[in-house]
């Protein structure tokens, strides 16, 4: 098993193991949450890249879940033919694409009054939110399962869960911004629960689900590893196949180093204890770095965010630099001839 190797989980097929991270493009010309030229451009060059699977972007299931008025959205059904163009164009280059479905909760800073699990803003830069009922958060889920409605109707392969980073599951899932007295507040997985049965119930049965999490929190009275992993069995019962292993987020606080492989640890503990698939994330740009983590089985797939804004071709090159062949189309050839 290398980088390089075919991946298979349900219908999923993917021709390496080489993912693009989702990565929002704060796009000044991206109106109404609708993806453009840009978006257009940016994942259809991955895709010519070699990339296996690309993650678009954090696309939120209402306007004022947008970490900005520029982020992309899919809350009506105007926006899936500008979703479609681009999944479609990603897959005549051999590309899976899944989207990343989320809700910013109260880091939505362009949102003139963000809602929350809590009442308490991020810091105090941002806006304070208002906490929702629990009627409110229960229309929530349901905005979530007409998201993953969309999603498919734009011919996704996957769809990803945006419960990382301090957006709203994980405002749910934390102790430190749910002290809620509702069922959300009694068990703190549940609204992240909901939204997975949700995307089950419209999802097609072999389509597999991926949930981001954050596997630890920085800030005083943080999470730890323990408890996210007993997050995460609540989630694989729930319908999760695979975890997309992330930390951080729910403060200014981050890890110690951002090195090499950083969170690489938390993937392999995920994968011991989870016994499901698993992808790292977090450096993951220095390729034999990359291959041995897969080598050594402590993640399944690795996903590659900033070395992939650098540069589009980086899976092509990953190919190249591991002895395996050019992943490019026929019109780069050139590029490659001595
Ligand atoms: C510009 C930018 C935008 C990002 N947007 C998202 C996002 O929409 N959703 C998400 O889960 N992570 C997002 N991230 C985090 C990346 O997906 C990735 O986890 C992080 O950058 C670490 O990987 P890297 O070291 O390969 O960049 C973003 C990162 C960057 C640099």
């Known amino acids: 098993m290398n980088l390089l190797k075919t991946f298979e989980l349900k219908d999923l097929t993917l021709k390496n193991r080489i993912v693009m991270s989702p990565m929002c493009q704060y796009s000044v010309t991206a109106k109404d949450g609708i993806p453009n030229d840009w978006h257009f451009s940016h994942y259809t060059s991955r895709a010519i890249g070699g990339t296996g699977l690309i993650l678009m972007e954090m696309t939120d299931v209402e306007p004022d879940g947008r970490i900005s008025d520029f982020d992309l959205g899919i809350w009506s059904d105007d926006h899936i033919p500008a979703f479609k163009k681009i999944i479609d164009s990603c897959h005549s280059y051999g590309a899976k694409v899944g989207i990343q479905i989320a809700h910013a909760g109260r880091k939505a800073e362009d949102a003139d009054q963000p809602v929350s699990s809590t009442s308490v803003a991020f810091s105090d830069d941002y806006k304070a939110p208002r906490e929702l009922t629990t009627k409110e958060v229960e229309q929530l889920v349901t905005k979530f399962e007409l998201a993953f409605e969309r999603a498919i109707k734009a011919g996704v392969d996957t769809i990803e869960l945006h419960g990382a980073h301090g957006y709203l599951i994980h405002q749910f899932q934390s102790p430190l911004t749910n002290q809620r007295t509702d069922k959300y507040g009694d068990d703190k997985s549940l609204f992240g629960v909901e939204i997975i049965k949700a995307a089950r119930r419209v999802l097609p049965e072999d389509m597999p689900l991926i949930m981001r999490i954050s596997a630890v929190e920085y800030g005083p009275g943080g999470y730890d590893l323990d408890y996210s992993i007993d997050l995460a069995k609540r989630y694989k019962e729930a319908g999760v196949d695979m975890f997309d292993v992330s930390s951080g987020g729910e403060s200014r606080n981050g890890p110690s180093s951002t090195g090499l492989g950083y969170q690489v640890d938390f993937a392999n503990k995920f994968k011991q204890?989870?016994?499901?698939?698993?992808?790292?994330?977090?450096?993951?740009?220095?390729?034999?770095?990359?291959?041995?983590?897969?080598?050594?089985?402590?993640?399944?797939?690795?996903?590659?965010g900033r070395g992939m804004l650098r540069n589009p071709y980086w899976a092509n090159e990953a190919s190249l630099a591991l002895g395996g062949k050019k992943l490019t189309p026929k019109q780069l050839d050139a590029g490659y001839s001595i």
């Not at 204890?273 to 797939?301: C, W, Y």
């Open 273 to 304: 204890e989870l016994n499901i698939p698993i992808i790292a994330v977090g450096r993951m740009d220095d390729t034999h770095f990359s291959n041995q983590v897969i080598l050594d089985q402590k993640a399944d797939l690795v996903a590659v």
